[in-house]
């Protein structure tokens, strides 16, 4: 996993560990999410095992929405 302030890039090789880094980026954003701009949480996925999970201005705090880009 890798980050930024705003997002975190996950890419994993199996299911297991796709599930356990995007909980740990989601429970880490949420987080920031209550003390900075309280913003809602984007997952973006690339592809098969890579995600960026982001701070959004387009997600209602307090909520996650997942979005497909491949």
Do not use: C, N
């Not at 949480?41 to 996650?64: C, D, K, N």
């Amino acid at each position: 996993m890798s980050s930024t302030d705003q997002a975190l890039a996950v890419t994993a090789s199996d299911p297991a560990g796709m599930e356990r880094q995007l909980d740990e980026a989601v429970k880490v954003l949420r987080a920031r999410a209550s003390t900075e701009d309280r913003k809602g949480i984007l997952v973006t996925r690339h592809g098969y095992g890579s995600f960026t999970v982001s701070l959004s201005e387009a997600v209602p705090y307090g909520q996650t929405r997942e979005h497909q880009d491949w």
